[in-house]
C-alpha cells in the first residue's frame, strides 16, 4: 500500500519560519512534489524533489532524505495569503504517472 | 500563463443521472488526469490519459466512469449513474512531458453534489 503522512493542522505567525513534515512509505519512487491548495482551489506546485538534500526556491524550501522516507517544505517570512493547505505528494512509479497524495497539513497564518 | 479550465464549476445532479465533466488542458501537453477529493479528505488518483487511451487507472474509476477526448481540446469524465457518494471536487490535470519530474498543472475543479 501507498502511505503518506502529514500534520492536519499547523499555526504560524506573520513574518515567521514554519516547517511542515512529510513521512512516506510507498512501493517505489520517482520523486516527492509539494502543492500549494487554497480552499476550495486547484492544487498549484511548488516544488519537486528527487534527490536528497535542499531545494530553495524564494521564500519556500523543500528537503528530502530518501533513506528515512522524509520530506519537510520550509516556508519563510509567512504572509497571511500562505495560509493555505499544503500537499505532500509522492509519484511510486517512473515516468508521468499518478501521484499520491497525503491528506494535506492546514497552514493558519496569524497576525 | 496558460491553465487547465474546467467546465462547470458546481454542478448538482440527482443520483442515478449521468453527468460529463468537462477539461480543456493546456494545449501543448499530452498527458491527462482526472483526480477527485471528497470534502476534508485527501486527493485520489482517478486515471490517466496519454495518446488517446487510459494508461493507468484506479479501483475507484470503475464501471461507471469513462473518459474521452472528443476532439483536440477537451477531455471529459462522465460518470455514467452518479451515486451520493461521488459526490466531490473533481479536478482535471495536464503536464507536458513523461519524465517522473514532470509537475500536472491543476484545474479549478469542478464540484459535484449527488442529491
Known amino acids: 500500500g501507498q502511505n503518506i503522512d502529514q500534520p492536519t493542522e499547523m499555526t504560524a505567525t506573520e513574518g515567521a519560519i514554519v516547517q511542515i513534515n512529510c513521512t512516506y512509505q510507498?512501493?517505489?519512487?520517482?520523486?516527492l512534489f509539494w502543492y500549494q491548495q487554497h480552499a476550495g482551489e486547484a492544487p498549484t506546485f511548488l516544488s519537486y524533489n528527487v534527490l536528497d538534500g535542499l531545494e530553495e526556491k524564494g521564500r519556500f524550501s523543500s528537503f528530502l532524505s530518501r533513506s528515512k522516507g522524509y520530506s519537510y517544505l520550509l516556508l519563510k517570512e509567512l504572509q497571511m495569503k500562505d495560509s493555505a493547505s499544503y500537499l505532500c505528494a509522492v509519484r511510486p512509479s517512473p515516468g508521468n504517472t499518478p501521484l499520491v497524495f497525503g491528506k494535506g497539513t492546514r497552514l493558519s497564518v496569524i497576525a | 500563463e496558460p491553465e487547465v479550465t474546467q467546465t462547470p464549476s458546481h454542478q448538482v445532479t440527482q443520483m442515478g443521472q449521468e453527468v460529463i465533466l468537462r477539461c480543456v488542458p493546456i494545449?501543448?501537453?499530452?498527458?491527462f488526469y482526472w483526480y477527485r477529493q471528497i470534502l476534508g479528505q485527501k486527493v485520489e488518483f482517478l486515471v490517466s490519459f496519454y495518446n488517446n487511451e487510459i494508461s493507468e487507472k484506479s479501483e475507484i474509476f470503475d464501471d461507471q466512469f469513462s473518459v474521452e477526448r472528443p476532439d483536440g481540446s477537451n477531455f471529459t469524465l462522465k460518470i455514467r449513474s452518479t451515486k451520493l457518494e461521488d459526490s466531490a471536487m473533481y479536478f482535471c490535470a495536464s503536464s507536458a512531458s513523461g519524465r517522473s519530474g514532470t509537475e500536472a498543472f491543476f484545474g479549478q475543479g469542478t464540484r459535484l453534489t449527488v442529491v
Open positions: 510507498t512501493s517505489g519512487f520517482n520523486g
Open positions: 494545449s501543448n501537453h499530452l498527458y
